[in-house]
């Protein structure tokens, strides 16, 4: 079982920047791959970034301004959001899946947390 609990969410200006952090439990944390997915109002949960051995993948929508890492001395995974739009706006899920490589469909991952508000205003 692992437990997640994501952190950092905030409101920041169009432009600005925010790290978000997922704390996860559990002695197993570098064995999983991590994900963070975000769901905006009335949009479908979507894919963001995702971690693992293999290396990492990002949706194109944030591909140059966001970056995911992880330290498993913490069992934390990060994303660093820069150069933040309007359209960021969302809450942000942090997910882990007992993968290998980094997958980008929601239906593989196991384990998520309760979600960290994010708000970019113009």
């Known amino acids: 079982q692992v437990q997640l609990v994501e952190s950092g969410g905030g409101l920041v200006q169009a432009g600005g920047s925010l790290r978000l952090s997922c704390a996860a439990s559990g002695r197993t944390f570098s064995t999983y791959a991590m994900g963070w997915f975000r769901q905006a109002p009335g949009k479908e949960r979507e894919f963001v970034a995702a971690?693992?051995?293999?290396?990492?993948h990002y949706a194109e929508s944030v591909k140059g301004r966001f970056t995911i890492s992880r330290d498993n001395f913490k069992n934390t995974v990060y994303m660093q959001m820069n150069s933040l739009k309007t359209e960021d706006t969302a809450v942000y899920y942090c997910?882990?899946?007992?993968?290998?490589?980094?997958?980008?469909?929601?239906?593989?991952?196991?384990?998520w947390g309760q979600g960290t508000q994010v708000t970019v205003s113009s």
């Open positions: 997910a882990a899946a007992a993968l290998q490589y980094s997958s980008s469909r929601e239906g593989d991952y196991d384990y």
């Open positions: 971690i693992s051995w293999t290396g990492t």
